[in-house]
C-alpha cells in the first residue's frame, strides 16, 4: 500500500497554491479572489503541519502553532479584507477588482 | 617799429576784411538776410587794410636799402598724434618786403574794385551777397600772402578758389556761368590734387629729419634746400624726389595762374561780373599761383640754390618751358577772339605765362616786377571793359568800334594800360617785360645751347604777340566805324564811380614801373625793387643766422657789378646778363613798334578788308586759333569720354569681379550656412529629441505595468517567482 510521504503532502499543498494563485488571478470578482487567499494561507499551514510531522524532532510542535496563528491571521484578514470590499462597493457599486485600480494613482 | 606791431598790423590787414564777411555773415544768421549797406561794410575794411598796408610799405619796406627785416611769428594751431609721429601744423606768418608789397596791389586793387562794383552791380540781384563774397576772397588772398606755412597756404589757396568759384557762378541764373564756375572748381581740383601730393612728399621727406615738428614752414623747406646744396640734411640722396616734389607743386600754380594744358577754365571764368575778372582772375587769385612758386623757388631750385648754380634744375625747366608755351599759345588764340572780355583772358594767360618763365628762367625780382605792373594795368583793362559793357550792354566786339569819342576817361585809360601791357617805353610793362625777356636771354646765353634759348624765343614771339593783339581789341572797340548804330547812340561815359578807379588804375600803369628805377639815378647800380625782392632778401636775410645759407650765392643781375663774394657760376651769370640787355631791350622796342603798326595798319587803316582770309595758310591757321586749338575740343570729345570709358570699365571691373567675387563668397556662407543648418536640425536635435523621445517611451513602458490592477502585480510576482525558480534550478540543480 502506498505509504504517505512528506512529498505527497507537499504536492497537495502546492497545488492548493497554485490553485489559489490562478483564481486570484483570473478572477474578477473580489470575494472570489479572497477566497484564492484562503486557497494560498491553506497551502501553507498544510506545509507548516507536514513539516512538523516528518522534519521536526520529536514533542516539538511548532508546526502546529503556526498553523494555529495562520488560521487566526486568516480569519482576521478576511474580516478586514471584507471591510475593505464593502467599502469598495460603498464606492463604485461593484465588487469587480478590474474596476479598482486607483491605485495606480 | 618793434617786431610785434609789424605781425599784429599785418594780421590786422588780412582779419578786417574777414570782419566785414563776418558781421554780413552772421547779420544774415539772425536776420535772414544780408545787411543792406553791405558794400559800404566791405568797401570800408579793404580800405582800412589797404591804408594799413599803405603804412607799412612806405614805414619798413622804403626804410632802409633792402627794404625791412623779414618778421616771423608761429602758433601752434593743432597737433595730431604725439612724440615722434606727431604731424604739427603752425599758422607761421612771415612778413617781409615781397608780403607788404603784395598787400598792396591786393589791396589797391581790391578797393578799386570795391569802389567800382558799387556802381556797376548796381540794381542786380543779390548786390549786398557780392560783396560778401569780395571781402571773403579778399581775407582769403591776404591770408595767402601772410602765411609761410605751406599746408597753410594750401588752406587759402583752396579758400580763394571757392570763392572765384562762387563769383564766376554769382548771375547764377545763366547757364553758361553755372557750368564756367563748375570747370572752374573741376580743372582746379586737377591742379591741388598734384600740389597736395607735392606737399606731402615734402612732408614727408622733412618728417625723418624733423620728426613731430612743424615741417611744412617755408623756412624748414628753405633750410633743407640749403642743406643739400651742402650735402647733407634729409634731401641728400632724394633730388628725385625733390625734383618730382618740386613740379607737383608747380602743377598746383599751372591751374590757379592757368598755364597750359590747365588754363581752359580762365577764359571760360569771364561769365563772372567784369569786376571779378578784373580782381579775381586777372590782377590777384590768377598770380597767387606766381607768388607761390616764388615762394617756393628755393625747392625748384634744388641742390644748385645755395651756390648759385642752379639754371639746370629740371623742375625751373619745367616751369620755363610751361611759361613759354603758355605765353605763346595764349598769346595766338587772343589774336581772333571777338569777345572782348575773352580777348582781355587769353591776353592775361599769356602774361602768366611770362612771369611763370621769368621764375623758370630764375628771376624772381622779375617775375613778381611783372606781375606787380601786371595786376595794375590789366586790372584796369577789365574795369574799362567793365565800363564798355556798361554803356553797350554787350561784350562781343562786333557791337562796339568807335566808342572812343563818347567814352574819352574809358579810352584814354585803355589807351594807357594797352601802352603799358605791349611794352611801350615810360610805360611800367617796359621795365617789367624788358626785365622778363633780359632774364631770359641772359639764361640762353649763359645756357650756351639752342635749347636755352626757347624760353627767350617763346616770349620774344610773345612780345610782339601782345602790341598787336591788344591794339587789335583797342582799335576794334574804341576807333573806326561804330558797329552797332543803335547801341552807339545810347552808349555814354560811366559815371565817376566807374572812371575814378580806371584813372587811379591808369596813373599806376605808367608809374609802378618806377619801382624798378635806379634809386637816385645812379643807372646800373641799385634799383628800388630788385634791392628789396630777391634771392637774397627774400631768403637769405628771413634765415639770418642759420649756417646752412652762410655764403649763398644770390643772383642780383640788376646790378652793374656782381656782389664781391660771387664765385663763377653768379658772375658769368651776371656778366651774360649785362651783355644781352641792351640787344634785348631794342628788339623788344622793335616788337612793340611792330605789333602796334602792324594792328594800326590791319584795323583802322584796312579796316573791312579781310587780309587774312586772302592768304590760305594763314587762314587755315585762323580756324584753328578760333578753335582754340582744339583743346577744349580735345578735354570735351576725346578726354572726358576717354576718362568715362575707364570709369565704365572700372564699373563694370567693380561689378562684375569684386562685386561678383563678394556675392559668390556670400552665396558660398549662405550654403554652409543651409547645410549646418540642416546638420543641426537633423543630427544635433535629433539626438536630443531622440533620446528624449527614448526615454519617453521607456517611462510609458514602465508606466503600462502600474495599472492599478492588483491582479496584475499579482501575475508579476508569480512571473517573477517563476524565473528565478527557473535560475534557481539551472544555476543550482
Redesign the interface.
Known sequence: MLEVSLQHYLLVAALLFAAG?GV???RRNAIA?LCGVELILNAAALNFVAFNRYAAPAGRLDGQVFTIFIIILAAAEAAIALAILLNLFQQTNTVD??E?????? | MQTPDTIIIALLIVALPLAAWTIGFLHAAVRRRLPSGQDWISTCAVGGSLTLSLYLLFSQVMAGPSGMQAVTHSWRWFAIGSGDHAFVLNFDVLVDNLTVAMFCVVNIVAFLVHVYSRSYMHGEDRYPRFFLHLSLFTFSMLGLLVTSNLMMLFIFWELVGVCSYFLIGFFILKKSAGDAAKKAFVVNRIGDACFMAGIFMIGGLLAKQWPGQDVLSFQRIWESVAMLGHGNGPWVGHETEVAVAGVLVFMGCMTKSAQFPLHVWLPDAMEGPTPVSALIHAATMVAAGVYMIVRMFPLMAGKGYVSGDFLDSPALWVIAIVGGITALFSGTIALVQTDLKKGLAYSTCSQLGYMVMAVGVGSISAGMFHLFTHAFFKACLFLGSGSVIHAVHSQEMKDMGGLRAKMPITYTTFLISCLAIAGTPLFSGFLSKEAVLGQAAAFGEHHGSLIGWVPFALAAATAFLTAFYMFRLLFLTFHGKPGNQHKFEHAHESPAAMSMPLVVLAVLAVIAGGIALPAGLDFGTSHWFQDRVNDQVLVQDTMGATPAFAGMQAHMVHRAEPLPNANEAVTSFHHHAHHVHMPVMLMSLCAVVIGIAGAWLLFVRRRGHDLVASIPPLAKFRVVLSNLYYVDWVYCQRLVPTVKDIADLAKAFDKGVIDATVNYVARFACDIAWFAGRVDAIVVDGAVNGSGALMMGLGQFCRSFVNGKIQDYVKYTVWGLGVLMIWAVLALG
Do not use: G
Open positions: 494563485v486570484i488571478i483570473s479572489v477588482v478590474d479598482a485600480d486607483t491605485m495606480k494613482e
